[in-house]
């Protein structure tokens, strides 16, 4: 795991999670390899699995998670066209480096 992602896991046990199970609304602002490991750790995705996922930039993802913080629903808030168009420029940024 790397730096990133253990200081994470810190941050989302001691002081995320408890306000959520205290049935807080919590708004975390994240970007680049703190972003993803956030979303893998909320979604139990592996390693392999986040590299499949194209997060836009700058459009707010909203999550709803069960008692249990079990994620049950997740959408992005925004035009739907205009994020398609932001997800499929972050899938071609790798594309067009190489």
Do not use: C, W
């Amino acid at each position: 795991m790397s730096d990133d992602t253990m200081q994470l896991v810190i941050i989302i046990e001691e002081f995320i999670r408890p306000q959520m199970l205290a049935g807080k609304r919590v708004l975390i602002a994240a970007h680049g390899n703190s972003l993803r490991s956030l979303v893998m750790k909320l979604e139990g995705l592996t390693p392999e699995q986040i590299l499949k996922v194209n997060i836009p930039t700058g459009v707010p993802l909203v999550y709803t998670f069960d008692r249990n913080l079990n994620v049950l629903d997740k959408h992005y808030i925004g035009d739907a066209d205009a994020i398609a168009a932001k997800i499929d420029a972050v899938a071609n940024q790798g594309k067009a480096r190489g």
